[in-house]
C-alpha cells in the first residue's frame, strides 16, 4: 500500500500534465517554436523592423515572408533539364544592363572562391532547428560563351528557399556590376544540407567579386538575405551565428543594419569578433573584400 499522501501527489501531477496537454491541442510541441527565432514589428511611415528580441505588436516571422518574388524571364531560361528553376514565382527578372543591349562582354577564366555560411545541423524543409555551425562552401562563376544564361546551378544540398536565394544572388550582383547575366554560369556546392535565405548576402558578394576579380577576407562571415534592390535585409539567430563565426576562426561578422544589434557588439567583444553592420550589398562588398563596389571593366 502506497502512502494517501503520495497517491494524492502524483494525482495532482496527473492532472496537471493532462490539462497542459489539453491546452497545447494534439501536437503539444510545434517544430514552428523554434522557426528561425525572428520578429516582423510594423513602423508607420517606415519600412518593417526585423529583430531577432519579441515586441509587443510584433508578429514571428514565418518561411513564407523570408524571401523576395523572383521570375526568371523566359527567353533567358537555361535550356538544361538539369538545372533547378527558381522554386517561386513573382515579378522580378533577370535582364540585361540596358547599356549593355547589343555589347557581348569579354570572355574571362573561370574563378572559383571558398565562401563562410553559417548552417544548422537539422535542417526541414520550412523550418530551421538545431544548433548553429559554420561551413565553407564552394562558389564556381564561369563565362557562358552561348549567352544562354543565366546557369545556376545549386547543390542538391540546398533547398527550395536557399536555391532562390541563390538566384536572387545572381540577380543582384550582375545588376550592381552592370555584367549580362545571359553569359554567366554560377555553381555552389555545400558540404551539408542548408534552408533559408540568410546566406543570400555572403552568395551576392561572392558572385561581384569573382566578376570583378577581388578577394573576400579570410576572416570574415556575414548572415543577410539578399533583395533584387540591393538592399540586405535582416534575419534573426545572430548570437547563434556568432558562434558558428567563431567555430570558423573568424574574427568579423557582417550582419544588417536595421535590427536591435546593440547587444551584439557587447557579445561580439566577450567573443573577439568584430561586428559590422550593413544596409546594401555595396557596403557588404566593402567590409568582405575591403574594395569597392564597381562596375566590370
Known sequence: ?????????????????????????????????????????PRLGQSDLYTDREYPGCR?????KTYSPLQISPSLRPA????????VSGTITLHPPAQLHGKKPMPFAEVS??????????????FITGSWIGLM???????????K???????S?????????????????????????????????????????????IFAVGIAAALLGDSIRPDICMSGTIEPDLEIRPVGGLVDKMGACRDLRKTTMIVPD??????????GAERSIQVIQVYSLAEAYSAATGQALRSVP
Open 258 to 267: 536595421g535590427l536591435d544589434n546593440s547587444h551584439l557588439s557587447f557579445t
Open 113 to 126: 572562391l571558398p565562401l563562410p555560411v553559417l548552417g544548422v545541423r537539422q535542417a526541414n524543409p520550412g
Open 60 to 64: 514571428e516571422l514565418g518561411e513564407p
Open 157 to 201: 544540398n540546398m533547398m527550395p528557399v536557399s536555391v532562390h536565394s541563390l538566384w536572387t544572388a545572381v540577380a543582384a550582383a550582375t545588376k550592381a556590376v552592370g555584367y549580362d547575366p545571359r553569359y554567366l554560369s554560377v555553381r555552389l556546392l555545400i558540404p551539408m544540407p542548408m534552408d533559408g535565405p540568410s546566406a543570400g548576402g
Open 149 to 155: 544564361g543565366p546557369e545556376v546551378i545549386p547543390d
Open 80 to 87: 538544361q533539364p538539369t538545372l533547378v528553376q527558381p522554386p
Open 1 to 41: 500500500m502506497y502512502p494517501e499522501s503520495l497517491i494524492r501527489k502524483h494525482s495532482l501531477s496527473l492532472q496537471a500534465f493532462l490539462f497542459l496537454l489539453t491546452s497545447l491541442g494534439s501536437d503539444p510541441i510545434s517544430p514552428s517554436t523554434s522557426l528561425a527565432e525572428t520578429w516582423i514589428c
Open 137 to 147: 562552401a564552394h562558389l564556381t562563376v564561369t563565362y557562358k560563351a552561348d549567352g
